[in-house]
């Protein structure tokens, strides 16, 4: 497993009713088991899911603290005995396993799972983020990903879709522009109609409307395309007292805890005909 690797993905959505969101939801940066996880918030996050029947995840990465990836490096080039390297998979599986409790009403509902900086490798070969995947029953994207989502209606013809170019990111930015700009520029690499980076903490959002035609021979007319620029947020506390704290230590805005929620709403209007309304809110 990678953060190297690109996939491209399809996932379908069945939906019965026009007019109603069904929610798309990409989380990440959880870093359960570290001392500063904020449970309480993500306690009320998942509260929210289990309740939330037409949710649908999208996994950002850095779901447990596990290692970054400058750590990792070092602990390859440690001589660690064969029973401290057990003791520590011990570890990472037993945090792994308790995120999995907590969010097991995500099975049968997450798009897919991107890969972050803090994961482990196992010396099976198999990445944390990998057994995440598979036990979530979905699949592992790597560390990008454009993905399509099918929403298809139940006993009706109506299908459209939706395109989602998502990674999760390698750079931090100090400046709340920076943060999103950074988003946009992955129009540099994708087409898509939203663009999705996590990794720095900040929950945030940016719309634009463009102007395209449709229609057949006889005619055609212009219609509007919104595209939406997240930065996806967290539940990494910061800035507590006594602890030890990276945002403290050089100088960071505290992180945004929480999710963006991104409705996707199918809808059959006069004029336009069946089309998806995409809104993201914090």
Not at 72 to 94: C, G, I, S, Y
């Amino acid at each position: 497993m990678s953060q190297s690797i690109f996939t491209v993905h399809k996932y379908y959505i069945p939906f019965e009713e026009y007019g109603v969101p069904i929610y798309f939801i990409p989380v990440g940066d959880i870093h359960w088991g570290a001392v500063n996880h904020h449970s309480e918030k993500f306690t009320e996050f998942c509260e929210w899911g289990f309740k939330k029947q037409r949710a649908y995840y999208l996994g950002m990465g850095d779901y447990t603290d596990a290692v970054s990836h400058t750590e990792k490096q070092n602990l390859r080039l440690a001589k660690l005995h064969d029973t401290t390297v057990d003791a520590l998979e011990r570890w990472w599986k037993r945090d792994i396993n308790d995120f999995l409790a907590k969010t097991k009403f995500m099975r049968g509902r997450t798009i897919g799972v991107l890969e972050g900086n803090h994961y482990v490798l196992f010396e099976d070969g198999t990445s944390s983020t990998q057994i995440i995947a598979n036990r979530l029953g979905t699949r592992y994207l790597g560390g990008a990903s454009l993905i399509r989502l099918i929403l298809r209606s139940e006993g009706q013809h109506d299908s459209g879709t939706v395109d989602i170019f998502a990674a999760h990111g390698r750079r931090a930015a100090k400046l709340l522009g920076a943060s999103i700009n950074q988003v946009v520029d992955l129009e540099r690499i994708a087409k898509a109609d939203v663009y999705c980076l996590a990794h720095d903490h900040k929950k945030s959002i940016a719309m634009a409307t463009t102007l395209g035609l449709k229609g057949d021979r006889r005619a055609v007319r212009s219609v509007p395309y919104k595209k939406v620029y997240v930065r996806t947020g967290g539940f990494q506390g910061s800035y507590i007292p006594d602890s030890k704290d990276y945002c403290a230590n050089n100088l960071l805005r505290p992180n945004d805890i929480g999710v963006i929620k991104i409705e996707l709403t199918p809808k059959r209007t006069r004029g336009i005909g069946f089309h998806i309304d995409i809104h993201a809110s914090l």
